[in-house]
């Protein structure tokens, strides 16, 4: 009797713990993120690390440029923005309210306030673009300065393109005595 009774309660205990173990599992895979909310999630982290880099720029440094040949810190950040569209609009289709105009020479976007609004309306046209693409749809091709390549690869060629320029300004805030914002990587 005793050895049926241990082998019950065995059975219970083990019964026990695959439940528990099944429902850890289920909790992981439901925490897990999806390829497109992994995006979402890295291109709000972007933008919030790019505002860091603008907020931290003083005013009159908007305009500076380390060399006459090279963009001012203003106009890496619009070509960032200006990017940021592009590709965003080749990637999800939705129309590019700046097609066909350079932010970089528009005058209306010369003051602090103003630069940080444009680029962090390009981060926010990224981000709802990304929201409305299905996940399935991420694998589909689109064209992408003529070459065919998948959605996701176009959000991810764009990621890496607006943190090379982010990057570049970093050594404008140190040529004006800023400390740059530390690295943002989760």
Same mark, same amino acid.
């Given at each position: 009797?005793?050895?049926?009774?241990?082998? %019950?309660?065995?059975?219970?205990?083990?019964?026990?713990?695959?439940?528990?173990?099944?429902?850890?599992?289920?909790?992981?895979?439901?925490?897990?993120? /999806? =390829?497109?909310?992994?995006?979402?999630?890295?291109?709000?982290?972007?933008?919030?690390? /790019?505002?860091?880099?603008?907020?931290?720029?003083?005013?009159?440094?908007?305009?500076?440029?380390?060399? =006459?040949?090279?963009?001012?810190?203003?106009?890496?950040?619009?070509?960032?923005?200006?990017?940021?569209?592009?590709?965003?609009?080749?990637?999800?289709?939705?129309?590019?309210?700046?097609?066909?105009?350079?932010?970089?020479?528009?005058?209306?976007?010369?003051?602090?306030?103003?630069?940080?609004?444009?680029?962090?309306?390009?981060?926010?046209?990224?981000?709802?673009?990304? %929201? /409305?693409?299905?996940?399935?749809?991420?694998?589909?091709?689109?064209?992408?300065?003529?070459?065919?390549?998948?959605?996701?690869?176009?959000?991810?060629?764009?990621?890496?393109?607006?943190?090379?320029?982010?990057?570049?300004? /970093?050594?404008?805030?140190?040529?004006?005595?800023?400390?740059? =914002?530390?690295?943002?990587?989760?």
């Amino acid at each position: 009797m005793k050895k049926k009774n241990l082998t %019950q309660l065995f059975l219970h205990v083990l019964l026990g713990f695959l439940l528990v173990a099944g429902s850890v599992c289920q909790l992981s895979a439901a925490t897990l993120l /999806t =390829p497109k909310s992994q995006l979402v999630a890295d291109w709000q982290r972007a933008k919030e690390y /790019t505002k860091e880099y603008l907020d931290a720029m003083p005013e009159d440094g908007i305009s500076y440029k380390p060399n =006459p040949e090279i963009r001012s810190f203003g106009e890496q950040m619009l070509h960032l923005a200006n990017a940021n569209y592009n590709f965003a609009a080749a990637a999800s289709g939705k129309s590019n309210p700046y097609q066909g105009k350079n932010l970089e020479k528009m005058e209306e976007f010369r003051s602090k306030a103003a630069l940080t609004k444009a680029v962090l309306d390009s981060y926010d046209f990224v981000i709802s673009a990304l %929201q /409305t693409t299905i996940d399935a749809q991420l694998g589909e091709n689109v064209k992408l300065f003529n070459r065919d390549l998948n959605r996701e690869l176009a959000y991810a060629k764009a990621f890496e393109h607006q943190t090379h320029h982010r990057g570049q300004t /970093t050594i404008y805030l140190r040529m004006k005595g800023v400390k740059p =914002p530390a690295e943002k990587l989760f």
